[in-house]
């Protein structure tokens, strides 16, 4: 079959030999209809009758692939039925008259609507349609059957069935493919064939009965009669031509033509002149017209043309039709990347045509006469599959050439004796189908990777709610220990926390075949909620109800409540920058109350006690509300604080008698920590501020009495731990857990708790600032917070401060009070607040200073470029339209100005500007200050230069 240097491939599990058990007799029978099967095609372009391709495609079947039945069923459109048109094995006079319904759900609908062939194993067994009302009276039990395609509609159906249980092969389905495609062409080429005599039968009906176009054309080219049949067929009444010239009426390519018929005729008279040419119909398209004319010379000598015109437009459409259909057909035989072999009893080749030998670089005819055994001499398998033929086998074996994968079939041909006289076979080239297929499976073990290995759950569902696919991801998910347990569950019933959810994203399918993004909740198999983000597809039939679903299942419960924190502490941070501002304005309220109230105060003689004591309630009120406004710095994170080593077992212990004097008698206190516990970063008073708040929001918590337990150890936090808590700090912590065994709380209040002004107190009985202030505290010392409760079990809050990295010292000892002294020197005033400006003014004014005031930094750095030399001290406020003081201060050291600047401000860190923090070695007053407060600080400022 091929030059030297080919080699044999074995077939492999997937393309086992089928050895087909025949009779002497059945073997001559196939052999015969094989070598017809060669020769189909050329028996069809032959113009071979229809009925009997027909009839001898069915006999062909039953003998090649040795079943009981064959059938050849047309089917017709109009009444969705088919008739068995041949046949072999069936009941006698079954043949032409039989039949069979093509609804849906009979065996013969479904084949008509399946894409390619379709095979049937066991009759009985069989769900993909209801009945088969043509194979079960005959006992069918398994089958192959193929599509007969027509060039408009389906023709109808080709088949092989038998009354005993069989597997068809690959090759089988392609043999029957193969007669069904010849089959089709034929009977597309008979249709174009008959529907070609038709039409002339017409045209000469047309002729016999004066149907065709009879016209008198003058020697000028006018019209001078026209027979009634030109309405019927070029829609123009014959009165409308006459006297109009027929050059107006051709197409403009064609005159030319027309015009030298026309002067043929005229030329030489007896001569009949035939051509065809385009004529305008009335409705402005082109008809194609043959016509015949002959000249006839008149009496007054003028020569007139007898026409007879014929309109072929539809035969030549027709021809044109049977032309493609040859066409056709030829490419089915000629043009498939098919090799036809055969070779005689001694293995010399006969017969080496096809297509499929380009691929090989051998000429057709090319390798007849030479000897199979030499060409095939360096390959064992391939001799040996000629002598398996050559000894009366029919196989099929896979053989590759040159790189070239053929799949080649083997059929003895014997002579009337059942003598084996030669072999002929066909060689399919299935490379490019092997590539293709190992592609595919490439693509498909890389797709089952994809989806066994994803971080995602991966499913395919039915409608009904069942698992018919599932990956290891969403197992782990849900909580089961392997696929097999979780492909029973319902999933509405099983999985779904509430089954409304499933019956809304189905819904969602009405309207489009993807679904992007659904977030329901689940439960696993324990019963824990989750949350579940879904992403999936409808894989619709061809009627377009769906199949299944491809679904992408996501767990995003973690996440949701990451998100939930991460809302929970901005909108603690916005509430912390609004009472940051509202502490500040706060704080020059205050100052200015406290100032002007201690001015009032010295003014008032010492008779006037009454109003004295007023005073004193308004600077005793004055300084209740700094302490206010401390907490809420506290909580806004912006109290000044001075964070050195801590050591939280002694604060407690420092703390203990305070704590047992504020706490009632039936409450009992349990302190516990680790031994030599390590010192933590903190400011001591913040500190104590944040336990005492803590221990009172823990008494109030257990109004009949109870347990308070005070515990210190050494934790390390997760990342999650400090991502949740707020935590900044990246090493060790020192947790301060505060237990009560009170009321406990609810989830909802739990979430509340650090809002500055909520409380659960009765009115009067709280501010709602104490966890706010702990909250903000320590968030300020880069530590975190959680919070443990439940309605009836008490509540737990952990802090965690981070540990200090040097020891602590000692707290400083503040000195008593005692009366500022005045002076005398000058001190320069800038603030922006006219009422505090002029209080600031009075009380520096009173304790003998010479004062200049400004209202911005601007304006102040003016007074200093004029009166600088006799300015000793600069009194500013950090935060001032136009220029700050801070911009204040740069610029007069730029100047050379060497006075002192006493900063004040209401905020801890002196700016709002989101810049760094103002330097700490620069001196620094905090509103609200008392006179006391401003006069001191400015008289150590000044005795110290």
């Known amino acids: 079959m091929s030059p030297k240097g080919i080699r044999i491939l074995r077939p492999d599990a997937d393309d086992r030999i089928v050895e087909l058990p025949r009779t002497e007799e059945t073997l001559r029978a196939t052999a015969r209809q094989q070598e017809a099967v060669a020769h189909l095609g050329q028996q069809a372009l032959a113009g071979a009758p229809v009925s009997e391709l027909i009839d001898a495609a069915a006999a062909l079947v039953a003998r090649v692939l040795e079943v009981d039945f064959s059938c050849v069923l047309e089917l017709r459109a109009q009444s969705r039925t088919l008739l068995l048109r041949a046949g072999v094995g069936w009941r006698e006079g079954s043949v032409g008259r039989t039949v069979v319904p093509a609804a849906p759900d009979t065996h013969a609908g479904y084949v008509l609507r399946s894409p390619g062939a379709v095979v049937v194993e066991d009759l009985a067994a069989e769900t993909?349609?209801?009945?088969?009302?043509?194979?079960?009276?005959?006992?069918?039990?398994?089958g192959l059957s193929v599509i007969i395609h027509g060039k408009d509609r389906p023709f109808g159906i080709l088949g092989a069935h038998t009354a005993r249980r069989r597997a068809f092969t690959s090759h089988d389905v392609h043999f029957l493919q193969a007669a069904a495609s010849v089959l089709a062409t034929a009977i597309d080429r008979a249709s174009a064939e008959d529907a070609l005599r038709r039409s002339e039968e017409h045209f000469r009906s047309l002729i016999e009965n004066a149907l065709d176009i009879v016209t008198v054309i003058g020697e000028d080219g006018t019209f001078q009669y026209a027979s009634p049949s030109v309405e019927r067929l070029l829609g123009y009444r014959p009165g409308e031509l006459l006297q109009r010239n027929v050059f107006q009426f051709v197409h403009p390519d064609d005159v030319p033509l027309v015009a030298e018929a026309l002067a043929r005729a005229i030329k030489d008279p007896a001569a009949a002149q035939m051509e065809a040419f385009r004529f305008r119909h009335r409705d402005g398209g082109w008809r194609v017209l043959e016509a015949v004319g002959q000249a006839r010379v008149g009496t007054d000598?003028?020569?007139?043309?007898?026409?007879?015109?014929?309109?072929?437009?539809?035969?030549?459409?027709?021809?044109?039709?049977l032309r493609e259909s040859k066409d056709r057909l030829r490419t089915v035989i000629a043009g498939a990347p098919l090799v036809l072999f055969a070779f005689d009893k001694q293995g010399t080749f006969t017969l080496a045509e096809g297509r499929g030998l380009d691929a090989l670089g051998v000429r057709p005819a090319q390798l007849v006469g030479q000897s199979v055994f030499q060409l095939y001499a360096d390959l064992p398998q391939a001799v040996a599959d000629v002598r398996r033929a050559l000894a009366g086998e029919a196989f099929s074996s896979v053989v590759e050439v040159y790189g070239i994968v053929f799949e080649a079939s083997y059929t003895p041909i014997r002579d009337r004796d059942g003598t084996v006289t030669g072999v002929i076979g066909v060689g399919t080239d299935i490379t490019e189908r092997r590539k293709a297929e190992e592609a595919l499976r490439r693509s498909e073990e890389s797709s089952r990777a994809l989806v066994q290995h994803a971080s995602y759950g991966i499913y395919r569902s039915s409608p009904e709610g069942r698992f018919l696919a599932v990956n290891p991801a969403l197992v782990k998910m849900l909580g089961y220990e392997a696929e097999a347990d979780l492909l029973p569950v319902d999933m509405a019933r099983d999985?779904?926390?509430?089954?409304?959810?499933?019956?809304?994203?189905?819904?969602r399918f009405d309207h489009a075949d993807v679904v992007q993004g659904a977030e329901v909740s689940w439960k696993r198999k324990d019963g824990k909620k989750i949350l579940v983000r879904l992403s999936g597809r409808a894989v619709r039939q061809r009627d377009g109800s769906i199949e299944s679903f491809e679904t992408l299942a996501e767990d995003v419960t973690e996440r949701r409540q990451l998100e939930e924190q991460l809302r929970q502490s901005q909108k603690m941070e916005a509430i912390g920058q609004l009472t940051?501002?509202?502490a500040h304005d706060f704080n020059n309220l205050l100052t200015i109350i406290l100032a002007n109230a201690e001015l009032i105060a010295r003014a008032l003689p010492m008779e006037r006690a009454d109003a004295q004591a007023d005073l004193r309630d308004v600077i005793s009120a004055a300084l209740r509300g700094r302490v206010m406004v401390k907490e809420l710095l506290g909580f806004a994170r912006r109290s000044s604080l001075n964070l050195t080593g801590v050591d939280l077992s002694g604060v407690l212990a420092d703390l203990s008698g305070m704590l047992r004097r504020i706490l009632p008698a039936d409450v009992e206190i349990v302190t516990a920590g680790d031994g030599e516990l390590p010192e933590v970063r903190a400011d001591l008073h913040a500190t104590e501020q944040i336990l005492f708040n803590?221990?009172?929001?823990a008494r109030d918590a257990m109004p009949n009495g109870g347990v308070l337990r005070i515990e210190t150890r050494r934790v390390r936090l997760t990342d999650d731990q400090r991502t949740s808590g707020g935590a900044t700090h990246t090493g060790d912590f020192v947790c301060l857990a505060v237990e009560d065994t009170g009321v406990g709380m609810d989830e909802q209040t739990r979430r509340r708790i650090f809002e500055p002004f909520f409380t659960t107190k009765p009115l009067g009985r709280g501010t709602g600032l104490g966890l706010a202030t702990v909250y903000g505290l320590v968030q300020q010392h880069g530590g975190s917070v959680e919070v443990d409760s439940e309605p009836g079990k008490g509540t737990r809050v952990r802090v965690y401060f981070p540990m200090a990295e040097v020891?602590?010292?000692?707290?400083?000892?503040?000195s008593a009070p005692h009366q500022a002294p005045g002076g005398s020197e000058t001190i320069l005033l800038v603030e922006d607040d006219d009422q505090l400006r002029r209080a600031t003014k009075r009380v520096l004014e009173d304790a003998g200073y010479q004062v200049l005031t400004a209202a911005d930094g601007q304006e102040a750095l003016e007074v200093l470029r004029q009166q600088g030399e006799g300015i000793r001290l600069v009194l500013s406020d950090l935060v001032m339209p136009r220029l700050g003081g801070r911009a204040l201060y740069d610029a007069a050291r730029r100047e050379g100005r060497a006075m002192p600047f006493l900063f004040a401000s209401g905020y801890s860190d002196g700016?709002?500007?989101?810049?760094?923090?103002?330097?700490?070695?620069?001196?620094?007053?905090?509103?609200p200050w008392t006179p006391n407060d401003l006069l001191n600080k400015v008289r150590e400022l000044l005795d110290a230069k």
């Open 580 to 582: 940051g501002g509202i």
């Open 128 to 142: 993909r349609f209801g009945s088969a009302p043509l194979l079960d009276p005959h006992g069918v039990v398994s």
């Open 301 to 321: 000598g003028r020569a007139r043309l007898i026409v007879n015109s014929r309109d072929v437009t539809e035969r030549n459409r027709q021809e044109r039709l």
């Open 495 to 507: 999985v779904y926390l509430d089954p409304a959810d499933r019956a809304d994203v189905l819904s």
């Open 911 to 927: 700016d709002r500007s989101g810049r760094a923090p103002l330097d700490p070695s620069l001196p620094f007053l905090f509103k």
């Open 807 to 814: 020891a602590a010292t000692p707290p400083r000892r503040h």
């Open 694 to 697: 803590l221990v009172t929001n």
